[in-house]
């Protein structure tokens, strides 16, 4: 069982950085990748950014080159580094932890609020 906990999220104005962490517990041998998503409010929650155990990264179109996610050595901890905001960046993020037998992602954390205002 893998449990997730982010933390970072607050009120910043477009522009602006924030980081946000998510400290991992648990059991993570079955666990090969981390992400990050987000939920807008009236929308759908969308991935924003993945990293592999070996490290490799994805992002959406949107974020890239603004947003870089990383994980401590130990896997205990996973980042993301958000620079440039823009208020289409309003949104609740949480980070999950997928599978690796099936790729899915089971396990969440309980989300952390990120509202960025001009």
């Known amino acids: 069982q893998v449990q997730l906990a982010e933390s970072g999220g607050r009120s910043v104005q477009a522009g602006g950085s924030l980081k946000l962490s998510c400290v991992v517990s648990g059991d993570i041998d079955n666990t090969c990748r981390m992400g990050w998503f987000r939920q807008a409010q009236g929308k759908d929650q969308e991935v924003v950014s993945i990293?592999?155990?070996?490290?490799?990264?994805t992002y959406i179109d949107d974020v890239k080159g603004r947003f870089t996610i990383s994980q401590d050595n130990d896997r205990r901890a996973v980042y993301l580094q958000m620079d440039s905001l823009k208020i289409e960046d309003t949104a609740v993020y949480f980070c999950a932890a997928d599978d690796c037998y099936t790729a899915s992602w089971w396990a969440w954390g309980q989300g952390t609020r990120v509202t960025v205002s001009s």
């Open positions: 990293i592999s155990r070996e490290g490799r990264t």
